[in-house]
């Protein structure tokens, strides 16, 4: 018997990397009697970045190719870019519509989902 995190530690490289930020804590030392009970106990494999069909294939012992990460749909995109195009003081309102911080994380999001770096 191993504990989850003792199992995880033991994937390959990426893989284990991967497993391991996606450890649930607080399941971390409960012990299991092979690899394929812990991972299936470690967390819920669909709120991951690689999806639940690539940890029930990791489970499997088949190590599939690391899925590309999660991209900005196209709607999302042109919205984000749409906002930040815009006058954000309101006339009627006098008020800014949109904090600077949200700008900010709003430019990240689409340098990211453009490949490119903030």
Not at 8 to 21: C, I, M, N, V
Not at 46 to 74: D, R, T, Y
Request: aromatic content about 14%; proline content about 4%.
């Amino acid at each position: 018997m191993k504990t989850i995190k003792e199992w995880l530690e033991a994937l390959p490289d990426g893989y284990r990397e991967r497993a391991l930020k996606n450890l649930d804590v607080q399941k971390a030392q409960c012990l299991k009697d092979g690899f394929e009970n812990a991972i299936y106990a470690a967390f819920f494999w669909g709120e991951s970045e690689e999806g639940h069909a690539f940890w029930n294939e990791v489970a499997h012992e088949n190590l599939p190719q690391f899925p590309p990460p999660k991209s900005i749909n196209g709607h999302l995109l042109a919205a984000l870019k749409g906002v930040i195009g815009q006058s954000f003081f309101g006339e009627s309102t006098g008020y800014y519509h949109v904090t600077r911080d949200a700008m900010y994380f709003a430019k990240e999001a689409i340098a990211l989902a453009e490949g490119g770096e903030s």
